[in-house]
């Protein structure tokens, strides 16, 4: 009972993968039993009738108690065990919300839009949107740029304060036409920090398949699978 609080058998997507509940992370057969190698379960002996300890990996994957779910999904704001079946990912987010006071918020914006206005309401739109609604993808990205000190880093930690950690996630240049591509399963918010290219015809058609309605995951050790994309971008460059 112990391993079936934090493991679970996934059985349809993709098929024969086991999650790690605490983290919502898969992994395949063979690295979940080293992760639980230690532990033992007692079983009947069926030609001596007496109690045995066997590895309780193994034991685990062929019990009719175990914990399985069809599928990972990723739906902000819906309790962890889905109707359909499915395991929710989200884990809630990263502050409580509070009635307070917001001025230095506003006030910080003004600064970092300056003079513009319709970016400045443009832009705080976009950044609440998806908090008010969340699971809601936006087929836009914002980019802010600037010097060093201009602010735009701010925005960011600020953001992943209220998303949480396990809801947001930052990236580098190489991230963005890497194959393995784990970091953006499970997101709300991608943050693409200090962001240039030589390739920008490649990397802009790269970013516009970061808004499709889905996305295909490929993790190290884990067959790719594909569910459907709610993440959206914040890039940050000089």
């Known amino acids: ?29 063979e690295s979940f039993l080293t992760a639980v190698g230690p532990k033992r379960a007692t079983v009947i002996d069926a030609r001596t009738k007496k109690p045995k300890m066997i590895p309780a990996g193994p034991e685990y994957l062929n019990w009719p108690y175990r914990r399985e779910y069809k599928a990972i999904s990723y739906l902000p704001g819906q309790p962890r065990d889905l109707a359909d079946g499915n395991f929710n990912a989200w884990s809630g987010w990263g502050c409580e919300s509070i009635k307070g006071d917001v001025t230095p918020w506003t006030q910080f914006l003004d600064r970092r ?5 319709i970016m400045r309401v443009w832009g705080e739109q976009w950044l609440a949107y998806p908090i008010q609604f969340p699971g809601f993808q936006l087929k836009s990205h914002l980019v802010l740029r600037g010097p060093p000190g201009s602010g735009k880093t701010t925005v960011g930690i600020t953001l992943r304060l209220i998303y949480g950690k396990r809801n947001s996630y930052v990236i580098g240049n190489g991230a963005l036409g890497s194959r393995f591509n784990s970091p953006f399963a499970n997101k709300q918010l991608i943050i693409g920090a200090e962001i240039t290219s030589s390739h920008k015809r490649h990397d802009s058609e790269q970013m516009k398949t970061l808004v499709d309605e889905t996305i295909s ?4 050790g884990v067959d790719p699978y594909e569910e459907p994309n709610i993440a959206n971008f914040l890039y940050l460059s000089n």
Request: aromatic share 8%; charged share 35%.
């Open 1 to 29: 009972y112990e391993i079936r609080e934090q493991w679970a058998v996934i059985t349809e997507r993709p098929v024969g993968a086991i999650l790690n509940m605490a983290t919502a992370e898969l992994i395949k057969k």
């Open 113 to 117: 839009f300056g003079d513009d206005l």
């Open 217 to 220: 995951i490929e993790r190290k």
